[in-house]
Antibody
Framework: EVQLVESGGGLVQPGGSLRLSCAAS????????MNWVRQAPGKGLEWVSS????????FYADSVKGRFTISRDNSKNTLYLQMNSLRAEDTAIYYC??????????????WGKGTTVTVSS | DIQMTQSPSSLSASVGDRVTITCRAS??????LAWYQQRPGKVPRLLIY???SLQSGVPSRFSGSGSGTDFTLTISSLQPEDVATYYC?????????FGGGTKVEIK
């Protein structure tokens, strides 16, 4: 069974940093693109970032470009999101999501349960 | 960047009704469009990909159509378990933008 388990969320002050992790199992991790999608309280889904199977291609929403970094360790079957210079508007549930194929330009077919990030003083 | 606009933002229909949700892209995206369902308090779930392909395990009352800029998600006979917010997403290139969502309720 494909499973994605996020961790690393929590309360952080504005301007602070946080690193999210997503442990994947049940599929050949290196063969699939991975994504981060977030959802602010009471709001819709917002795509944050994607990376190809190798990690060589990375893509970001304008709202996080220059502050967030997506990476993956294919030897550990783990996806990361390093979040710096956090703002109140980054408060959201962050979902790890598996792409359908190796490249990022495919739909998402599996979602994790999410981890909550709260940016507040 | 390509914008994705869903309409309506919410709707209320009776059990058994046919429900149609539309998603419009500001530029052509061929058939690089997916639909997701998010039930209250739950994780999103893939319903349709490539505009009209039904994801395995999804009931056949769900269908998708369209290409280019205009897409529709249809529920042929609304069921109580279909109460949810539905999102379209384009994935032809970054940014992989979601539509604003359509909240479906039972009348």
């Amino acid at each position: 069974e494909v499973q994605l388990v996020e961790s690393g969320g929590g309360l952080v002050q504005p301007g602070g940093s946080l690193r999210l992790s997503c442990a994947a199992s049940g599929f050949t991790f290196r063969s699939y693109a991975m994504n981060w999608v977030r959802q602010a309280p009471g709001k819709g889904l917002e795509w944050v970032s994607s990376t190809s199977g190798s990690g060589g291609g990375t893509f970001y929403a304008d709202s996080v470009k220059g502050r967030f970094t997506i990476s993956r360790d294919n030897s550990k079957n783990t996806l990361y999101l390093q979040m710096n210079s956090l703002r109140a508007e980054d408060t959201a549930i962050y979902y790890c999501a598996k792409g359908y194929d190796y490249n990022y330009y495919y739909h998402i077919d599996v979602w994790g349960k999410g981890t909550t990030v709260t940016v507040s003083s | 960047d390509i914008q994705m606009t869903q309409s309506p933002s919410s709707l209320s229909a009776s059990v058994g009704d046919r429900v149609t949700i539309t998603c419009r892209a500001s530029q052509g995206i061929s058939n690089y469009l997916a639909w997701y369902q998010q039930r209250p308090g739950k994780v999103p779930r893939l319903l349709i990909y490539a505009a009209s392909s039904l994801q395995s395990g999804v009931p056949s009352r769900f269908s998708g159509s369209g290409s280019g800029t205009d897409f529709t998600l249809t529920i042929s006979s609304l069921q109580p378990e279909d109460v949810a917010t539905y999102y379209c997403q384009k994935y032809n290139s970054a940014p992989l933008t979601f539509g604003g969502g359509t909240k479906v309720e039972i009348k």
